[in-house]
């Protein structure tokens, strides 16, 4: 677990080129671990995507198009929209609906804020959001889909959120819209409106889209969120494509 989480926080960071090759006996020196464990850790990676295979054998760092960035929000939007359509039909409890509510006051508390150390308490509350729409659905199919896709830049509920709403006003008014619709979300799984919540969850994940495509007009705020070396970028003065 060291030496995974290391090297996904290394491989994020931007420490290593796309393409670039994970070669072993450099990789043992720097986390300072055996193969083994260093061998699973680059396997899980493979798994989450941020590695790809090679066919002689060993990993690379993979590298991703922005409609790769798009396709698995659009992906994310549809598995939470199922998480919040099961939530309803299987009778989600009321425990689980205050849990819900409560996070969802701290971050009312959040939203208006400009400061920092609010966007960082945000983060932590809308994973929390998140992850518990997601347990209330009781599939642990869906859980593990999920967590496949959210490993991926920018693809997360908050991965591009911390920086780029600390620093970027337009990127701000997304919080609050986002903070709306886990109100409806909750008030929809509450009435039992299975289709009203799934489509609110579809369209809560396109804010992420909204947020990136912000980003993505603002380089130098984009360059230091976590994932953003692994992208794909048209040089300056190139159009953008989907």
Known sequence: MRALLRLREQILSGEFAPGERMSELPLVERLGVSRTPLRLALAELEHEGLLRGLVGGGYAVREFTQADIR????????????????????RVTRRDLRALGTINDGIEELVHRADYDSFERYVDLNERFHARLVKIARSPMLERALAGLVSLPFAGPSAAFVLSEAE???SREILVI????????IESIERREG???????REHAHLALTNLE????????LKRMPGASLIALPRDGEPQHA
């Open 195 to 201: 289709a009203r919540a799934e489509s609110l969850a």
């Open 214 to 221: 912000i980003a993505l007009r603002h380089r130098d705020v």
């Open 71 to 90: 396709d698995a929000i659009e992906l994310r939007g549809v598995l939470e929209g199922t998480a919040a359509r099961f939530a309803v039909e299987r």
């Open 178 to 185: 986002a903070h709306r619709h886990h109100v409806g979300l």
């Open 168 to 170: 970027l006003p337009e």
